[in-house]
């Protein structure tokens, strides 16, 4: 009796191990093929979002205008442009044409305006060569089942080519016609003249590859569409990518089968007390409580288990906080305000092509004659010193509700999304935290740190550039070019903070500011009319303080009126005086200078009024 009993136990725990283990290789190949499906399908959404990006923010580069002028050559040439056969293929048929309409679409082809988009087209596919396969240019057609290509790519390259006596492919020339009959996506993105990307992949059978296609129309700067941009994109890579997935699920798979086993058979030795035990911690470790261990102590592979998931435990807390302290450390090279701009959470959320635009006011700082301050420093001093002027600067800008987007060796540029005041009055703090910091060197009889500050408010766009291995974060816009030159003009001008005019008109008072005229800086035809703050503190005792300039103010800027209407000798006799009365004042040198100059050489024909600033 007792041996049929432990027979009885031993082919009861074998049905159970060997119902478990053919349940688990059935979830594990089910699992395995889902999560497949389901990686393929993201993969696939993702490389449309992406290329809808990309075809989209790739029809803004196209000239609008030569594209219109090449669309309306062609509707006058053949209002018809062409007819489709129906084979998906160009169905453009040399020998059914004239040679007087070739020789049309060849001397378009030769002419100007083709070259332009052609170049257009091949930079676009250059950006990212091993997914970009065609680009190409169509306007519709009278048939809708018919595309007109205005341009592609590949044409002149093509021609040479076959001039050459080599052997190419069909040639997509200007006004040849394209069946689209069985391209739905592409009837809907001329017809509606709106952007639209394929749903699925489709088979090539020319290169035996999976790609789809997106589509953008052009428009010119009233809005209006003009053609629509077409990309062919391979998906090769997103194959690869899935080779792998299929490999790692396989490996996954078979691992999971030999731990699923091994799980079979220990449940069919023990469904015990301590088993739910270990579950109920499993499931608390599941919802991220890493602190929790368990707690269930036995001799038998119930015991084993246990330590070994506490040993998991451990290793996957140290893994959270070391993933946590690099977030932390992220966060010092990103500033959050910028992922909070772009909409993210942390950096792992961030991809290549994210952008936002938004008005923001700049500013730029940098020290003047910062390789004498460092000379004899070596690495470590210079580096010292370097750190230890910027540590007083970063508070300075936080605290008024901006961020540090950069360092710039010894400068900063500093981004302030609220208000403008925002950023003059940081430019303020940092003018009295150099004060301490230059009291200190003084007294140590070291040369105190002189700076320039450049304020500006206007569009920006704060985005990712790089690729796919290295990526960085930038804020690009002729708002931050000018606002670097604004600071380089302190140097000329002798200041220390410069605001230009947009920031002023936006803060609603000039009250506080002293007008310097307009000025032309390197990289701009037009001028920009600047103010200095004059509520700036002094960063140094050798530093003229900047409110002195307020008694002198009124003359100083109808000395400059003056100058802008070219009467040299009442601007020079105001100038002169201003001189007399403030020699240090290195603005009214500035502009006696320039004086000087122009009385003895004359003024240029026609007088524009801008005091030109020959470098940064």
């Given at each position: ?13 074998l049905k159970i191990t060997a119902a478990f283990l053919m349940l688990s290789i059935a979830l594990s190949v089910t699992l395995a093929f889902v999560s497949y499906r389901i990686l393929e399908r993201e993969f696939t959404i993702e490389v449309r979002d992406r290329l809808l990006q990309v075809v989209t923010l790739s029809a803004k580069t196209i000239d609008a205008t030569t594209a219109a002028r090449l669309a309306d050559r062609l509707r006058a040439q053949n209002p018809n442009a062409g007819s489709a056969t129906g084979d998906g293929k160009d169905t453009t048929d040399p020998s059914a044409g004239t ?6 679409a060849d001397s378009i082809e030769k002419g100007a305006d083709y070259k332009r988009l052609s170049e257009e087209l091949n930079f676009i596919r250059d950006t990212k060569p091993e997914l970009i396969r065609y680009a190409y240019i169509w306007i519709p057609s009278i048939n809708e089942a018919e595309a007109v290509f205005l341009a592609d790519a590949d044409v002149l390259k093509l021609k040479e080519a076959a001039g050459r006596g080599e052997e190419v492919e069909e040639i997509s020339h200007f006004g040849s016609t394209y069946d689209i009959s069985t391209m739905p996506t592409a009837i809907t993105a ?427």
């Open positions: 009796m007792e041996e049929i009993k432990v027979k009885f136990l031993s082919s009861l725990r040679n007087a309409a070739f020789a049309y001329l017809r509606e003249m709106k952007a639209a990307v394929d749903d699925e992949f489709y088979f090539d059978e020319a290169y035996q590859i999976y790609s789809f296609t997106g589509y953008a129309p052009i428009r010119d700067v009233s809005g209006r569409p003009v053609a629509v941009l077409g990309l062919d994109v391979s998906s090769e890579n997103m194959q690869v990518a899935l080779r792998q997935v299929t490999r790692s699920s396989i490996l996954v798979g078979i691992f999971a089968i030999v731990i699923t086993s091994a799980i079979s058979i220990w449940l069919g030795r023990l469904f015990t007390g301590p088993v739910l035990a270990l579950n109920r911690i499993v499931l608390q470790f599941g919802q991220k409580d890493f602190s929790v261990r368990s707690h269930v102590q036995s001799a038998d592979e119930i015991g084993v288990l246990s330590a070994n998931f506490n040993n998991m435990a451990d290793t996957i807390l140290e893994y959270d906080r070391r993933m946590s302290r690099l977030l932390e450390s992220f966060r010092r090279f990103v500033p959050f305000e910028f992922l909070h701009r772009l909409g993210k959470e942390d950096i792992t959320e961030v991809f290549l092509g994210e952008q936002s635009g938004a008005e923001m006011t700049i500013l730029f700082s940098d020290i003047r004659k910062f390789t004498t301050l460092s000379e004899g420093l070596g690495p470590d001093g210079t580096f010292r010193f370097i750190n230890g002027y910027l540590e007083r600067i970063g508070p300075a800008v936080r605290e008024h509700q901006g961020f540090i987007d950069k360092y710039i060796g010894d400068g900063i540029m500093a981004l302030f999304p609220a208000r403008p005041e925002d950023a003059l009055e940081a430019a303020f703090e940092i003018c009295r935290r150099l004060r301490d910091f230059n009291d200190r060197r003084e007294e140590a009889g070291e040369y105190p740190v002189r700076i320039g500050i450049g304020i500006h408010t206007g569009q920006i766009m704060l985005g990712t550039i790089g690729e796919n291995q290295r990526m960085d974060t930038t804020v690009i816009g002729d708002t931050v070019n000018l606002s670097s030159r604004i600071e380089g003009l302190t140097k000329a001008f002798g200041v220390t903070v410069l605001v230009s005019e947009d920031t002023v008109d936006r803060m609603g008072t000039r009250d506080r500011f002293r007008h310097m005229g307009r000025v032309r800086v390197v990289g701009r035809e037009e001028g920009v009319d600047v103010y200095e703050a004059l509520d700036a503190p002094a960063t140094s005792t050798l530093e003229t303080d900047p409110k002195v300039r307020w008694v002198n103010r009124e003359a100083f800027e109808m000395g400059v009126q003056h100058f802008a209407a070219g009467r040299m000798d009442d601007a020079y006799r105001v100038f002169k005086k201003l001189y007399h009365d403030e020699p240090t004042d290195r603005a009214v040198i500035a502009y006696l200078k320039r004086i000087i100059y122009y009385r003895k050489k004359g003024l240029p024909v026609p007088w524009d009024g801008i005091f030109r600033v020959a470098s940064k």
